[in-house]
């Protein structure tokens, strides 16, 4: 399989498990009752410390985006809304649903999209690209997505799981990752910090980490936010 089928694979998994549901939190990825989302998605809002711009790849209806707008707001923090997604039907479900946004949305691949600027906060998970190109594709997003001070934040929704569990959830040859945090280590990519939220219906912890901004000598970009 080439990479660019890989990518065409993802998109139609993709959309044939979201679009046949009605509830938002479905269509955005999340089985079970709107209470489960809640556990396991305000941990990324968790990790937006400040206010600024936050892009969330693979953002789907823009339901999590949604969230994090009110879950931020509750601590005075205010955030400008960005999403990125391979599939046009879910990007213009974003847009419907955050119309006052609509222009901040984007159609593309993560791994070789080009931002029109730098962001604050950039949310991802590892299973968006092949096993072998998460190193590439985490230093693409810190060379070329991330204002100075912004921080990266990888979700691993899979945490805990066995890796027969989560090999049911995601394409054929993306990693099956139980422990974000270590596998992150393994690509050279250490880090201490997450935030955590837990799965009522399954009983285990899932962790956001969050992976500082790079400091080099200068960096180039418009900033957004």
């Given amino acids: 399989m080439t990479l660019d089928d890989w990518f065409l694979s993802l998109k139609k998994t993709l959309e044939d498990a979201y679009l046949k549901h009605e509830e ?8 079970g009752p709107e209470e489960r989302w809640i556990s396991l998605r ?39 809304p960005y999403g990125l997604d391979i599939s046009e039907k879910l990007v213009q479900m974003a847009r419907q649903r955050l119309p006052q946004y609509a222009n901040n949305f984007f159609t593309g691949n993560a791994l070789t999209w080009a931002p029109p ?56 040859g993306s990693h099956a990752t139980s422990d974000v945090i270590q596998r992150l280590g393994e690509l050279g990519f250490g880090t201490s910090q997450y935030k955590e939220g837990y799965d009522p219906t399954k009983g285990r912890r899932i962790r956001v980490a969050i992976i500082n901004a790079r400091q080099p000598a200068a960096f180039g970009g418009l900033r957004l936010g």
């Fill in 117 to 172: 600027g730098r962001f604050d906060f950039v949310r991802t998970n590892l299973e968006y690209v092949p096993a072998e190109y998460e190193r590439r594709y985490l230093d693409f997003i810190l060379n070329n997505h991330l204002n100075p001070g912004g921080k990266l934040l990888v979700a691993n929704y899979g945490e805990g799981l066995t890796v027969q569990e989560i090999e049911k959830g995601i394409i054929k």
């Fill in 24 to 31: 938002p939190w479905r269509q955005s990825g999340m089985s």
């Fill in 42 to 80: 305000k941990p990324v809002a968790d990790c937006i410390d400040k206010p600024g711009s936050f892009l969330d790849i693979g953002c789907a209806n823009g339901y999590l985006l949604e969230c994090c707008l009110r879950w931020t707001a509750e601590r005075g923090i205010r955030i400008e």
